[in-house]
């Protein structure tokens, strides 16, 4: 059998003008797609495949996100050359940060990890353009105080079936949220910024498709009044049957870190 040389890479990039991390037929643009084409550049001859840690949706941006490089032929010794050539030939809105080699025992779909997503947010005043993507502004007023306690009504292990997009009755929707909480923004500015902003910050082992997007859904209708945290407590029930009605945005969320065990 042919010798496989395996590579854990780490990324980042800005979300805003792809269809998310998986290749897609015709023709969308992908981080991963993108990565690809990239590689096969830099690798010329060599044979390789890719696979992500994590998939993200249209829109949404990694400030740290991994993937796993399998390749026929080992890189050259000094990895940080590797990357720095990489980097040169990636687009602008995608950048390498680093790299290390792992042994085939590493699974990066099994191995155990943590993720941790932020989620910026204003509200009231229409933004400037510049913020669209990184920045939700909701055009209601919003109660933050009362927010903030809703958000510590996810930490725990619940039924998240209310927040998964597309649920099937034969999916466990069960999932343990370590930690989620709203604070002000003290991590991303701009003068183009509004004067105040905030962060939903959750972190976790594994989220379901658009859970952290439909979480912030139901936090700006309790925001808004909309719901009460009552409407939140019944949501995360075993049996819960309520549905979700606002989903957010894409471009405010941010796949913040994956920390690997």
Partial sequence: MKQRFYYLIKIQFLGFRYHGWQKQPGGLKTVEGMIIKTLRFVLAEKKFKVLGASRTDAKVSANEALFELFV???????????????????????KALAIEEVDA???????????????????????????????????????????????????????????????????NFIRTILECKIVENNEYAANFFPEKSYLLLVRGKGFMRNQIRLMMGALFKLGANQIDLDF???????DSEEKISYIAPASGLILNKIELD
């Avoid at 026929?72 to 995608?94: A, C, S, T, Y």
């Avoid at 939140?232 to 075993?238: Q, V, Y």
């Fill in 72 to 94: 026929d032929e080992p890189l050259p010794e000094i990895l940080g050359d590797f990357l720095e050539v990489v980097n040169k030939n990636l687009p602008p809105d995608i």
């Fill in 105 to 171: 025992t590493f699974n990066i779909i099994q191995h155990p990890k943590l993720k941790e997503y932020i989620y910026v947010f204003s509200y009231g005043e229409k933004l400037h353009p510049f913020a669209a993507p990184l920045i939700v502004s909701y055009p209601q007023k919003l109660d933050i105080d009362l927010m903030k306690n809703g958000a510590k009504l996810f930490i725990g292990n619940h039924n998240f079936k209310s927040y998964c997009a597309r649920a099937n009755e034969h999916k």
């Fill in 232 to 238: 939140i407590k019944r949501s995360l029930l075993p």
